[in-house]
């Protein structure tokens, strides 16, 4: 996978965070325990950060988009 692939799946995940958080709180409670998801702000942080870094390998030519193997025969 190249990194603007993995920008992109991490990108995916960030928002698939924050949606959580949006629907589900920021914390909650399962029998005596707390859990707190991740934050709301740092979270919109990254997701800011890789938008820009995709934006960025877009504008370079989407790094890693145009590439291609090449096989050489010993004759």
Do not use: P
């Amino acid at each position: 996978m190249t990194d603007t692939s993995d920008a992109i799946k991490r990108l995916a995940e960030v928002r698939q965070a924050i949606q959580t958080v949006l629907v589900g709180g920021q914390s909650y409670k399962i029998g005596n325990t707390s859990l707190t998801r991740a934050d709301l702000y740092n979270l919109r942080r990254m997701q800011q950060e890789l938008e820009q870094e995709i934006a960025e390998a877009e504008a370079d030519g989407g790094i890693g988009r145009c590439t291609a193997a090449v096989c050489f025969d010993k004759r």
